[in-house]
């Protein structure tokens, strides 16, 4: 485990570190690093935009927030973004977290995804989103030096990320892509998952059982 980062201190409280074994024994190396740069990403967003936040809950944040996708915490029917959340919640739950903490935790990572809403919530769930956002598209690129991301993807490597992340995702929710309804990720079941076909929220409405 790296003690920091570019200036930024990775935690290393017994409850982060314990976060972190879970996503050791239960994710794999292209989660391990990807939430890593995530955490690092949105805490040197956050850091830059001089906004206070709580470094442990940000990093625990940025451990559970795809660990949805993994076996064990995947469920049959929920989005795999409140698989994530609910596990943390748990977890935080088991430790004697503050419910105001736990919150913001299961926020920060069941938003994670959702566009437009997630960057006006609470500093921990703007910057799991922004950290997010930058490592998987590159959004607010040049908010962080050339030198300071070569310092990130040193400590955690991309190691082909762009290929690997999307074929990664539908693993983990191709077992029940109805749950990507409404959210980007249908875009990983139309390009990826052979037969799928979108639901439409016009269908939706057209065909509801109302009569008018």
Known sequence: M?????DIIIPDSKLAVGAAELLREHGDTLLWNHSHRVFLFGALQGKNARVKFDAELL???ALFHDLGLTKKYSSPDKRFEVDG???ARSYLQQHGVPDES???VWDAIALHTTIGVAPYKEPEVALIYSGVG???MGENFESISEETREQ????YPRDNFKNKILP???EGFKHKPETTFGNIKSDVCELLLPGFKRTSF????LHSPWKD
């Open 2 to 6: 790296l003690k920091s980062v570019s």
């Open 59 to 61: 990093y625990i944040s």
């Open 85 to 87: 959340a609910n596990a």
């Open 102 to 104: 736990i919150r913001l």
């Open 134 to 136: 930058y490592d998987v």
């Open 152 to 155: 990130v993807v040193a400590a």
């Open 168 to 170: 990664a995702f539908l």
């Open 202 to 205: 016009c269908d939706c409405v």
